[in-house]
């Protein structure tokens, strides 16, 4: 079986503060890759990053950064120095199964304040 | 990325109604993934559709309430057949090209409410 768990249910922070979401995923494959989406108000899921279970070099995309730990079975991503419209829903998934079906997270409200 | 538009964006219907959310993308596809979110609630996977063949549906759902048709590679449909009002959900259609390897690209989704 798979698991993701987002134990963050919300975060608020002040614009310009960094913030960590944490993702911890459980399965048995060797095989996996693992995936952080942005859901904004209007709805739409925004693809972020996807990283496969063979690479742990930590990412760096503009403001966002990734640390993918096997040994903690930890994806967390960080928004450094956030923005009004970093404010949204940001869910980690999991895909281990050839069809390439997606398990969510429960995900983490991140409300970034003026 | 491929660019997927769903129909309608968001509706209002009545208990006891049936509801046909189109999903269009703009090239062909192999995969094409149903998902349910349910207010305040994360994504929950409904079936997968390939084309030619009938769709595959996840523990706790049924083709009777929720049929799918995928006649071509680059358009599905989901009905939600005799709401009710725990049917009120986001309903939104993934695309990709299968495989653990690949990445799935979301439409827009449809916000439904059923009074």
């Known amino acids: 079986a798979q698991k993701v768990t987002q134990a963050q249910t919300e975060i608020s922070v002040v614009e310009k503060e960094d913030v960590t979401l944490d993702c911890v995923y459980e399965?048995?494959?060797?095989?996996?890759?693992l995936f952080w989406y942005k859901q904004p108000p209007s709805g739409e899921l925004v693809f972020l990053i996807r990283?496969?279970?063979?690479?742990?070099q930590n990412e760096i995309s503009g403001r966002y950064s990734w640390n993918f730990q096997k040994s903690t079975s930890s994806f967390n991503f960080t928004i450094t120095a956030s923005q009004v419209v970093d404010s949204a829903v940001y869910f980690c998934?999991?895909?281990?199964?050839?069809?390439?079906?997606?398990?969510f997270g429960a995900g983490t409200q991140v409300v970034v304040t003026p | 990325s491929a660019v997927i538009s769903q129909k309608p964006s968001r509706d209002i219907c009545q208990r006891g109604t049936s509801l046909t959310i189109q999903c269009q993308v703009d090239s062909q596809v192999t995969m094409m993934f149903w998902y349910r979110q349910q207010p305040g609630q994360s994504l929950t996977l409904i079936a997968t559709a390939n084309q030619g063949s009938e769709a595959t549906y996840e523990s706790g759902f049924v083709i009777d309430k929720f049929p799918i048709s995928r006649p071509n590679l680059t358009f599905s449909t989901l009905t939600v057949s005799n709401m009710s009002p725990e049917d009120s959900s986001i309903y939104l259609c993934?695309?990709?090209?299968?495989?653990?390897?690949?990445?799935?690209?979301f439409g827009p989704g449809t916000r439904l409410t059923v009074l």
């Open positions: 990283r496969n279970s063979f690479d742990e």
């Open positions: 399965t048995r494959d060797t095989t996996y890759y």
């Open positions: 993934s695309v990709g090209k299968g495989g653990r390897a690949d990445t799935q690209y």
């Open positions: 998934a999991l895909v281990s199964d050839s069809w390439g079906k997606l398990q």
